[in-house]
């Protein structure tokens, strides 16, 4: 595969005490780099606004209304920016960021202003940083533009890009059949070929504190993408190098490939 989207959430760039895991940060910027010099074109998905905004204004809770949780965002997210645009600099990368509300999907103009803007930024050369436009977008009923979570913007970016494979980096390493941070018999699923409401019914609780998406939503990108023939990983976070073995063919997490 040439270009891949790369999805990580925020639980796996936070430290479990709430302060940024500047590591990860760099190891992620070193991974993605060395890809993009290997060839690869690479688009990242990163959660992390509001962990990275909580951490920048010293709050030790999440906040309460939607208001201040939008504001803690717009904080964070430049922030998070900065922390990527330093970071790949080292590795001799730049990066661009997109902020992404649902009129993508919803009106064509937007839709092919930004699938412009992600072709454009990668035939130069950069790194497009992709997350939510959480201080803009709304969930009310009327004209509902938030994504809700980036589980399933990863899968649309990968599909208005038509990305070779959708990377997930996550707390867990895989998909299995009940949660394993509950059940210690879990077992990993290699391979699926087909996420049908008797695969759906397999994902339990969110079991991270940051985590908004759990497993429900990585099933639903899965299917999103597999509906497109389009391919995705599941895979851990914890070390940013397992990118290098998914690529090369290894058998690692969960693979979500058409049959
Ligand atoms: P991230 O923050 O990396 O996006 P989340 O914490 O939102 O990830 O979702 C992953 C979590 O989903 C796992 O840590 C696990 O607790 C939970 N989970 C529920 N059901 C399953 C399952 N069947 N297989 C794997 N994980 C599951």
């Known amino acids: ?25 760099d190891r992620l910027a070193y991974v993605l780099s060395s890809l993009k010099q290997a060839g690869k074109e690479i688009i990242l998905v990163s959660s992390g606004a509001i962990g990275v905004g909580m951490d920048k204004l010293y709050l030790a809770e ?24 330093r970071f790949f600099s080292h590795y001799k990368q730049t990066v661009g960021q997109i902020l992404m509300t649902r009129d993508i999907v919803e009106f064509p103009e937007s839709h092919k202003n930004v699938v412009n803007t992600f072709e454009t930024l990668l035939d130069m050369g950069i790194i497009p940083v992709v997350n939510e436009n959480d201080a803009v977008a709304v969930d009310e009923l009327e004209h509902e ?21 959708l990377i997930m980096l996550s707390d867990v390493d895989g998909f299995y059949d009940k949660n394993p941070s509950k ?54 976070a914890a070390d940013p ?6 690529l090369a063919g290894l058998e690692i997490g969960t693979y979500f490939t058409p049959q």
């Open 1 to 25: 595969s040439k270009r891949i989207v790369i999805k990580i959430g925020t639980s796996s760039i936070m430290m479990a005490d709430g302060t940024v895991n500047y590591q990860q940060f």
């Open 62 to 85: 999440r906040p309460k209304t939607i208001r201040q949780q939008q504001a803690v965002a717009a904080v964070g997210q430049s922030e998070m920016m900065n922390l990527y645009s």
């Open 145 to 165: 533009t938030k994504f809700g979570d980036n589980d399933q913007l990863s899968a649309i970016v990968a599909e208005i890009t038509h990305a070779d494979l």
């Open 183 to 236: 059940f210690a018999d879990a077992t990993l699923f290699h391979t699926v070929h087909n996420v049908d409401d008797s695969v759906m019914a397999l994902a339990g609780d969110v079991g991270s504190n940051f985590g908004t998406g759990g497993m429900i939503t990585k099933l639903k990108a899965a299917k999103h993408l597999l509906k497109n023939n389009q391919s995705m990983v599941l895979a851990s």
């Open 241 to 246: 190098t397992i990118l290098f073995d998914i």
